[in-house]
């Protein structure tokens, strides 16, 4: 079996990556097309860090502190070690990533829904999903949902402490990273009494990652948030979700969508994606799934309490939110939920093929 799924795992991240590559080649290539908004702060952080950056006067190197230090730093050493071009090194770490996150996926599924998991549905899920274009780009959304994997498994497995580790990693990775580290306090208080106070280990590791980089921040900046203060650069401001996804809803501006273009994004859109996620973490809840249920609400409240933009990626591609599509495949007959990959698949191409293009700004 577990063959099987490597296997399985080897191929679809392959065949991914061919079909990526064949689409791509009207753009530019692979490498080229898949570099597109963010990448490049991750690019230029990888190759010179959080230095003073020219193309952005006067805000110098502030806005590079809003992209978090991890998956940098890993890009850095695969071009070291690979001696490939940073954006090519880019997908393939990313690839690396999502196939390591589809193996840790399994894996955490087969533990928690004892008879119920379908882990080769999951594999191609995580492959297929319309959005998960992010798994392969240049950006953090693959060895996120990796790490986070890792620390529920770490919980779920009695294995605090890796699993603290990779919580750690993940909060070293982007800001939500810290959600996981009141599960780590929360599995320390209940484990207290039974394993004395190294059972607080785990709780006072999992935050570490996000500790160096605010105290590298502090000593670079003087500021320990700049990472949130240079939102403002992007005209992003602090009021809550509530106020930005009812704006989203009431804008009622879907036509927007077939424009495809950066000067008019479908707020309705980016609302919709936020509070179907938020759906799905409810869905957990009822289901007694509490750690998962936090951490899709909190991935997408924290980001939605100072704008919509890039909702449906974070939404589509949160490995909990994965997991909840799982659970509904998985009540499915095989042929049903053969079907619904398949439309999965066919969706998945609209935004991969706008992302390609450079016009994604209405779907991202």
């Known amino acids: 079996m577990r063959a099987a799924l490597a296997g399985l795992i080897a191929g ?10 064949a689409l791509a080649a009207p753009y530019g290539g692979l490498a080229e097309a898949m570099c597109q908004f963010d990448c490049g702060w991750y690019e230029r952080i990888a190759l010179a860090g959080y230095g003073a950056d020219a193309e952005w006067p006067p805000h110098g190197s502030l806005p590079h502190w809003a ?4 998956y940098p730093l890993l890009l850095r050493g695969a071009v070291a070690l690979t001696g ?11 690839s690396l990533c999502l196939a390591g996150f589809m193996a840790a996926g ?6 928690t829904r004892t008879g119920q998991a379908h882990p080769a549905r999951f594999i191609v899920l995580a492959a297929v999903m319309p959005f998960g274009l992010f798994f392969t780009a240049l950006y953090t959304e693959a060895l996120f949902a990796l790490l986070t994997t890792l620390a529920l498994l770490g919980l779920t497995q009695a294995r605090p402490v890796a699993g603290a580790v990779a919580a750690a990693l993940a909060s070293a990775t982007r800001p939500t990273g810290i959600l996981l580290a009141p ?30 980089y605010m105290a590298a921040q502090w000593i670079a900046v003087g500021d320990p948030l700049a990472f949130n203060h240079v939102q403002a650069f992007w005209d992003r401001a602090w009021r809550g979700p509530p106020a930005y996804l009812w704006e989203g809803l009431a804008a009622w501006d879907w036509a927007q969508l077939g424009g495809l273009t950066m000067a008019h994004p479908s707020r309705s859109f980016f609302a919709a994606s936020g509070l179907l996620g938020l759906a799905a973490a409810l869905w957990l809840a009822l289901r007694q799934r509490w750690a998962e249920a936090w951490l899709l609400a909190g991935s997408l409240l924290l980001p939605a309490a100072t704008g919509l933009d890039s909702l449906p990626r974070y939404v589509a591609c949160n490995p909990v939110f994965l997991f909840a599509v799982h659970d509904v495949l998985a009540r499915l007959d095989r042929r049903a939920a053969t079907v619904t990959l398949a439309v999965l698949a066919v969706l998945g191409l609209v935004p991969l093929l706008a992302w390609l293009g450079g016009n994604g700004g209405a779907v991202f």
């Open 183 to 212: 599960l780590f306090a929360w599995h320390g208080v209940r484990a207290l009494r039974r394993e004395g106070i190294r059972a607080l280990l785990p709780a006072a590791i999992a935050p570490l990652g996000l500790a160096a």
């Open 84 to 94: 490939l071009a940073p954006r090519l090194a880019g997908i393939l770490l990313s």
């Open 106 to 111: 399994a894996a955490y599924l087969r533990q």
């Open 67 to 70: 992209f978090f230090p991890l």
């Open 12 to 21: 679809a991240v392959l065949l991914r990556l061919a079909v990526y590559a």
